[in-house]
T-cell receptor, first 111, second 114 residues
């Protein structure tokens, strides 16, 4: 079993829909990252969370440390949101800077 | 501030050759991490450097090595290239203080081994 599991692996939505991507992890962490990668592109960091909730524009990320679970929400989705979304955890301590990644969620938003 | 830069952006090498990739972190950042991304294995951690010291290493063979210079620039080297080394190699820099867990990714170097 992977240390970081994402669901769903693939997600198709119509423009305007509310989207949720989930991430569960099995190790203690100091931080969790949500990353975005467009086809053929590099990686952009969307959020870094250690507790609670963060919002940036139409994107919201939440984390529940006790349940070892995080969610990324996209409100009013748009075709430009089509990308791979990747959850990654940093266990901190002596493992600082060593991210462990989920397998990614491929999001396609149709106009 | 300029972002993380990686050079070269694209590289084609032949099996058995060696390659050196470079990463310049954001000014003031002292930690640099390297990752490999392949279609089959996804993203995997290679190593992390802080103030010229390797603090963590992933599960890769000894053909993969790296170093960090006093100006925090980092290089990684792959010797005796294999076809399976074809991948996108990403580096990420981190402040190392304050928001120490923030990671800023470079655009990557796409290595093709033929």
């Amino acid at each position: 079993k992977n240390e970081v599991e994402q669901s769903p692996q693939n997600l198709t939505a119509q423009e305007g829909e509310f989207i949720t991507i989930n991430c569960s992890y099995s190790v203690g962490i100091s931080a969790l990252h949500w990353l975005q990668q467009h086809p053929g592109g590099g990686i952009v960091s969307l959020f870094m969370l250690s507790s609670g909730k963060k919002k940036h524009g139409r994107l919201i990320a939440t984390i529940n440390i006790q349940e070892k679970h995080s969610s990324l929400h996209i409100t009013a989705s748009h075709p430009r949101d089509s990308a791979v979304y990747i959850c990654a955890v940093d266990a901190g301590g002596t493992s600082y800077g060593k991210l462990t990644f989920g397998q990614g969620t491929i999001l396609t938003v149709h106009p | 501030k300029a972002g993380v830069t990686q050079t070269p952006r694209y590289l084609i090498k032949t099996r058995g050759q060696q390659v050196t990739l470079s990463c310049s972190p954001i000014s003031g950042h002292r930690s640099v991490s390297w990752y490999q991304q392949t279609p089959g294995q996804g993203l995997q951690f290679l190593f992390e450097y802080f103030s010229e010291t390797q603090r963590n290493k992933g599960n890769f063979p000894g053909r993969f090595s790296g170093r960090q210079f006093s100006n925090s620039r980092s290089e990684m080297n792959v010797s005796t290239l294999e076809l399976g080394d074809s991948a996108l190699y990403l580096c990420a820099s981190s402040p190392g203080r304050g928001n120490r867990y923030e990671q800023y990714f470079g655009p990557g170097t796409r290595l093709t081994v033929t």
